[in-house]
């Protein structure tokens, strides 16, 4: 496997279910992020790791939960969603952190329907 | 704050056809600046970066000026193929911040 890898690729849960995405690097990198992506809308930033420790939050509800248990995984761990929760959830690595013009890289995306 | 405008799509050109994607930002300082595109099923890729005024940014027949008196990063090809159809996201990188500031992206489709 190359480059960020994410499972699953498609993603069908009830409002009371737990669930959990996954994202692998095989970069070597030091940052890890999760994106949401709904249609019509920015990218919108939910978390930012950096050498496993949380570094960015924005403001994003408690049924989202992240997990980086080292710098080559990331989780997020969801429970109790909403249907406007549904969409295609990003994964990126990079060397350091953005802000420095480290090139971001992207995993191919979740895709989440909350029915 | 930082933000990224961009035009509005979705666009549909020709095979061939000259392509401008409009892209202006507000940002403190100096920001670097990119394009990244995303083909159907798939994440984004980064495809031209700027990291200075004046510089330009190219890759696969793209090309982009980082223009900081107009505060505009403008995607521009000269003749686009059916393949190039995908979405095109400007962004921006401000030192300091921790994450890109993307616009809402644009979709292009390109017919045969």
């Known amino acids: 496997e190359t480059g960020v890898t994410q499972t699953p690729r498609h993603l069908v849960m009830g409002m009371t279910n737990k669930k959990s995405l996954k994202c692998e690097q095989h970069?070597?990198?030091?940052?890890m992020y999760w994106y949401k992506q709904s249609a019509k809308k920015p990218l919108e930033l939910m978390f930012v790791?950096?050498?496993?420790?949380?570094?960015e939050n924005n403001s994003v509800p408690s049924r989202f939960s992240p997990e980086c248990p080292n710098s080559s995984h990331l989780f997020l761990h969801l429970h109790t969603l909403q249907p406007e929760d549904s969409a295609l959830y990003l994964c990126?690595?990079?060397?350091?952190?953005?802000?420095?013009?480290?090139?971001?890289?992207f995993g191919p995306g979740t895709r989440l329907t909350v029915t | 704050g930082n933000s990224v405008t961009q035009m509005e799509g979705p666009v549909t050109l020709s095979e061939e056809a000259f392509l401008t994607i409009n892209c202006t930002y507000t940002?403190?300082?100096?920001?670097?600046l990119f394009w990244y595109v995303q083909y159907p099923g798939e994440g984004l890729q980064l495809l031209l970066k700027a990291t200075k005024a004046d510089d330009k940014g190219s890759n696969k027949g793209f090309e982009a000026t980082y223009r900081k008196e107009t505060t505009s990063f403008h995607l521009e090809k000269g003749s686009v193929q059916v393949s190039d159809s995908a979405v095109y996201f400007c962004?921006?990188?401000?030192?300091?911040?921790?994450?890109?500031?993307f616009g809402t992206g644009t979709r292009l489709t390109v017919i045969p």
């Open positions: 790791y950096s050498l496993e420790e949380r570094v």
């Open positions: 962004a921006l990188d401000q030192t300091g911040a921790n994450n890109l500031f």
């Open positions: 970069l070597g990198h030091n940052a």
């Open positions: 940002a403190t300082g100096y920001p670097s």
């Open positions: 990126a690595s990079s060397q350091g952190l953005s802000g420095r013009s480290y090139e971001q890289y």
